[in-house]
C-alpha cells in the first residue's frame, strides 16, 4: 500500500520522461495514485499517451493552457473517466527564448513579460477555477513548480523570475481561497534540473556546475527528488502544509556566499 491508494491526480505539463512532471507522475504511482495527464498539441499527444500507458493510464487530454476553452474542456472530458480528483500538479511555464538571456532590461518586452506571466502564473489558478467543483469535499491538493529566481536575481532568467514571483504568490492567495473547501495549494522551489524547459535559459550547464560544486550535499537534484517531494505534500501526510514554498534544492538557498578556493 502507498500513501496515496485512493487518490485521483491530474498532471499538467507533462512533454518527456526528463520532465519534473514525469518525476512526479512515477513517484505518485509509486505511492498508490490513479494518473491522468495533459498535453499541449497533437506533436505531443503520442509521447504522452506512451508515458501515460507506462504508467498504467489511458486518460490524456488536449490543453493549451493559453485557452480558458481549453481548459475548461479538460475537467469536461476528465469527468467521462472520474466522478472527482484529488490532486492537481501545474508543471507549465514558458517565456520566449530570446527573452531568457542577456541583460534583463535589454530583453524584457510588453510582449515576453504578459507570454511569461500568462503561461507560468495565470493557468495554475486557472486550472483551479475550473477543477475546484471536481476536487469538492476530497480534502485535495494542488501543486506547482517554482525557482529560486522567483526571490533572487539570477543570470539569463529574467523576465520568468518575474513569473515565477507571481506565481508563488498565486500560491498563498489561493491557499487562502480553497482553504474553506479543504484544498490545499503548495509550490516546489526546484534546484535547476536539466530538463526541455530549462534548455531554453542561457548557459545552463554552468548554473547546473555552480550549484553542484557549492550546495550543501554537493550534487544537483533529480525529477525523482522533486517527485518524491509532491507525493508527500499532496498526501494526508501534509494535511497541516499549506501557502507555502518548499525547496528542493540540496540546500542551495541557504547559501549566502560560494564556497571559497
Not at 493510464?57 to 467521462?80: G, H, M, N, Q, Y
Not at 472520474?82 to 534583463?104: C, K, M, Q, T
Not at 525523482?224 to 525547496?247: H, K, P
Amino acid at each position: 500500500m502507498g500513501f496515496l491508494d485512493g487518490k485521483r491526480a491530474l498532471i499538467v505539463g507533462l512533454a518527456s520522461n526528463r520532465s519534473i512532471a514525469w518525476g512526479v507522475a512515477q513517484a505518485m504511482k509509486n505511492q498508490g495514485a490513479e494518473l491522468a495527464f495533459t498535453y499541449q498539441n497533437e506533436k505531443l499527444q503520442s509521447r504522452v499517451e506512451k508515458m501515460a500507458a507506462e504508467l498504467g493510464s489511458e486518460v490524456t487530454i488536449p490543453c493549451d493552457v493559453a485557452s480558458d476553452k481549453d481548459i475548461e474542456k479538460v475537467f469536461e472530458r476528465l469527468d467521462d473517466y472520474w466522478n472527482y480528483v484529488d490532486i492537481i500538479i501545474h508543471s507549465v511555464a514558458f517565456a520566449p527564448r530570446e527573452a531568457l538571456e542577456g541583460d534583463y532590461l535589454d530583453a524584457v518586452t510588453r510582449e515576453a513579460f504578459n507570454t511569461a506571466h500568462e503561461i507560468s502564473s495565470y493557468s495554475f489558478a486557472a486550472l483551479a477555477k475550473e477543477g475546484r467543483n471536481m476536487m469538492e469535499g476530497r480534502n485535495g491538493a494542488m501543486l506547482t513548480m517554482s525557482y529560486l529566481g522567483a526571490v533572487r536575481a539570477m543570470p539569463n532568467y529574467n523576465v520568468m523570475g518575474l513569473a515565477k514571483a507571481s506565481l508563488e504568490a498565486n500560491v498563498r492567495y489561493m491557499a487562502s481561497s480553497l482553504g474553506p473547501d479543504g484544498i490545499r495549494v503548495n509550490g516546489i522551489s526546484a534546484g535547476p534540473i536539466k530538463t526541455l524547459a530549462a534548455a531554453g535559459i542561457s548557459d545552463f550547464r554552468s548554473m547546473l556546475s555552480h550549484v553542484e560544486k557549492n550546495a550543501p550535499m554537493r550534487r544537483n537534484i533529480t525529477i525523482e527528488d522533486v517527485g518524491n517531494t509532491s507525493a508527500f505534500l499532496c498526501s494526508d501526510l501534509a494535511m497541516g502544509i499549506t501557502g507555502d514554498i518548499i525547496y528542493v534544492d540540496s540546500g542551495y538557498h541557504t547559501i549566502g556566499m560560494p564556497a571559497l578556493d
